[in-house]
């Protein structure tokens, strides 16, 4: 099994603790840190989810990541 693994097997784990962490830290209300470390992880399944060509997935994470920046640039520039 070990041997059939590839990058996305890694990142999709290390995308899917990341985002664990970025909703712990968001809802104790550590701003910008929460939402920066949510894009972070939407980021990294994004790239897994193009590697997979998984619609569904790439829609999903990359409203999700280019939202979260979005929302951080606004609150920034006001």
Known sequence: ???NL???HYAK???TVILIIGTGVNSLGFYPLGPI???IGGFIWLAVSLAW???S???TNAVMSI???MG???KMLL
């Open 72 to 74: 951080l640039l606004y």
């Open 13 to 15: 784990w290390t995308a």
């Open 57 to 59: 997935l790439i829609i």
């Open 53 to 55: 060509r998984e619609p």
């Open 6 to 8: 590839n990058w996305t």
């Open 67 to 69: 939202t979260g920046v």
């Open 1 to 3: 099994m070990a041997g």
């Open 37 to 39: 470390i949510l894009a």
